[in-house]
């Protein structure tokens, strides 16, 4: 069966792309401990994604070295830990129960959460289908999460360690994602008595 839209049919096993989604091989999780222990410790971090740019991942010259200088991942988490979070923020406080309750307004807010988080149109959230992937369920990457380790050291471990690779539009996405994150523009704000006035 072909894996869902989401993904290519095969890997590239030679490079290393934004948006591969890498396993915690023994070599990965010995550098995440090394040098990021609490991402190691953490066990919803299932997976990692490669947030980079697939330009600067392309292995040049005879030394085979790409041009960045760190390769930046983000934890993959199991789905339940983003709507965890929104339901928390949503729930209702007037109401004393042992599992959340939501008014009929904010399940109606919290569906079209879902629909962004689906569609990749949820700022801070790349999500990633299970189905016939390696991927034991539903999942997302934090993007706001992100670390970074040395290309020069760790590329092949990353490399060696690609279960899942985006397709090219997938990858664009990812990438409008994370500079939507960094890349504002800035501008003058309203000074605060007027905005108040005008709101």
């Given at each position: 069966?072909?894996?869902h839209?989401?993904?290519?049919?095969s890997?590239c096993?030679?490079?290393l792309c934004?948006?591969?989604?890498?396993?915690?091989?023994?070599?990965?999780?010995?550098l995440?401990?090394?040098?990021?222990?609490?991402?190691?410790?953490?066990e919803s971090?299932?997976?990692?994604?490669?947030?980079?740019q697939?330009?600067?991942?392309?292995?040049r010259?005879?030394?085979?070295?790409?041009k960045?200088?760190?390769?930046t991942?983000?934890?993959?988490?199991?789905i339940?830990?983003?709507?965890q979070?929104?339901?928390a923020?949503?729930?209702?406080s007037?109401?004393?129960?042992?599992?959340?309750?939501?008014?009929?307004?904010?399940?109606?807010k919290?569906?079209?959460?879902?629909?962004?988080?689906?569609?990749?149109?949820?700022?801070?959230?790349?999500?990633?289908?299970?189905?016939?992937?390696?991927?034991?369920s539903d999942c997302?990457?934090?993007l706001?999460?992100s670390?970074?380790?040395?290309?020069?050291?760790?590329?092949?471990?990353?490399?060696?360690?690609?279960?899942?690779?985006?397709?090219?539009t997938?990858?664009?996405?990812?990438?409008?994602?994370?500079?939507q994150?960094?890349?504002?523009?800035?501008t003058?704000?309203?000074?605060?008595?007027?905005?108040?006035?005008?709101?």
């Amino acid at each position: 069966m072909p894996p869902h839209f989401t993904y290519t049919n095969s890997l590239c096993a030679t490079e290393l792309c934004q948006g591969d989604v890498l396993s915690r091989t023994a070599e990965i999780d010995a550098l995440l401990e090394a040098v990021h222990p609490h991402f190691h410790k953490k066990e919803s971090n299932l997976f990692f994604m490669v947030l980079t740019q697939s330009c600067d991942l392309v292995p040049r010259g005879n030394s085979g070295e790409c041009k960045a200088s760190y390769i930046t991942i983000a934890p993959v988490r199991p789905i339940d830990s983003v709507l965890q979070r929104q339901i928390a923020s949503m729930q209702s406080s007037t109401i004393n129960a042992d599992l959340p309750v939501l008014t009929e307004k904010a399940k109606a807010k919290l569906s079209e959460f879902l629909s962004r988080l689906y569609n990749n149109n949820e700022s801070g959230y790349f999500f990633l289908e299970s189905s016939d992937t390696p991927l034991p369920s539903d999942c997302c990457a934090f993007l706001n999460l992100s670390i970074a380790i040395k290309a020069s050291e760790h590329y092949r471990k990353c490399l060696d360690a690609k279960v899942l690779q985006l397709t090219d539009t997938f990858q664009a996405k990812l990438g409008w994602l994370v500079g939507q994150m960094y890349s504002r523009v800035g501008t003058n704000d309203w000074p605060h008595q007027k905005l108040i006035s005008k709101v």
